[in-house]
């Protein structure tokens, strides 16, 4: 009986931890980037239960491409910038078409079990 509690009580914490990045969301800081060489794009990482900004994370994965659009394998590159805000990403990429581009993410929060992942789809307009 003990050995089943135990094993209960595993499973609802691991559950927990699971769940707990859930709670967490890129967002982009505007829908709408210009089309064209140098474009800036800026993302925040949200603890939507207080609606703050998360400073701490470590982004790991970061790709841009114009999946929504139906073109995956039309990429750009993408670099990371250093940004002043705390929990905000600045990338600088070259974005050739306009169109949906589709911006993956994800980051390690320090006490969270598993990463953040988020797709964002950004407009590139001209």
């Known amino acids: 009986m003990v050995l ?5 009580g595993v499973a609802v914490a691991s559950s927990f931890g699971r769940d707990a990045s859930d709670h967490y ?38 790709r841009i491409d114009m999946s929504p659009d139906g073109m995956g394998q039309m990429t750009a590159p993408l670099e990371l910038q250093a940004d002043t805000l705390p929990g905000y990403y600045r990338f600088e990429t070259d974005l050739a078409m306009e169109g949906a581009w589709a911006l993956t993410l994800a980051a390690k929060i320090p006490g969270l079990p598993d990463p953040v992942q988020r797709r964002l789809v950004l407009q590139a307009v001209q």
Do not use: C, H, N
Request: aromatic share 6%.
């Open 4 to 8: 089943l509690l135990m094993g209960a």
């Open 25 to 62: 969301a890129f967002e982009l800081v505007e829908r709408e980037v210009k089309q064209g060489y140098g474009t800036t794009i800026l993302v925040r990482l949200v603890d939507e239960r207080t609606g703050k900004v998360v400073p701490d994370a470590v982004l790991f994965i970061s």
